[in-house]
């Protein structure tokens, strides 16, 4: 079966048809929401409290941050592909919704977000905290919009499907 588009009808019937299957693949596009996005708003949070408040604070904090990059790249890699297969299953519908491609702008625009965060994190360790908790503090909020802004949209696409 080299053909795309027969490669694609079979896994929309395969994914319609089997209840199981489709409810394991949202399962874990919810379960990777759950980790990658809960520890993205997690570390957000402390970034914004640890830029309040100053000092110590926020050379504890910027470690968290590098222990959490793992669990919120995993999490998101994971909702990425299961909602690609999610998008297969019924191509035809969501590649004509407007909400389908705003949710997918949105989903650029954490992956974007979150590289520069990574790079903010770096230069306020190089520089001992004196540059990059601005950018840290503003990645942050937007990081706080985005995942919550995706969440909503995410959940309003059942009524595109
Ligand atoms: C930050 C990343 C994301 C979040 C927070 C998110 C969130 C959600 C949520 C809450 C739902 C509703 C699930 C349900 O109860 O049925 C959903 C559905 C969906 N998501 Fe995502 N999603 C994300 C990324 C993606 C990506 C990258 C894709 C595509 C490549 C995608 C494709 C879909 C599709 C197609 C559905 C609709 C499933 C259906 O109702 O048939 N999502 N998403």
Known sequence: MTDPG???KWWSSLYSDHANLSNGITFLHLAGLIVGGGAA????RQILKAWRAGG????TVLDDVSAVHVFVVGGLILTIVTGALMMLADWDTFSR?????IKMAGVGVLIV????LGWAERLARQT???RG???LATVSTISLFFWLTVLGLGTWLKSVA
């Not at 110590?56 to 050379?59: L, T, V």
């Not at 977000?113 to 520069?116: D, F, L, P, S």
């Open 97 to 101: 919704s407007k909400l389908f491609w």
């Open 133 to 135: 908790w601005p950018v």
């Open 113 to 116: 977000n979150g590289a520069v």
């Open 128 to 130: 001992s905290g004196s």
């Open 6 to 8: 027969a490669l694609m």
């Open 56 to 59: 110590d604070r926020r050379r």
């Open 41 to 44: 708003v997690t570390t957000d």
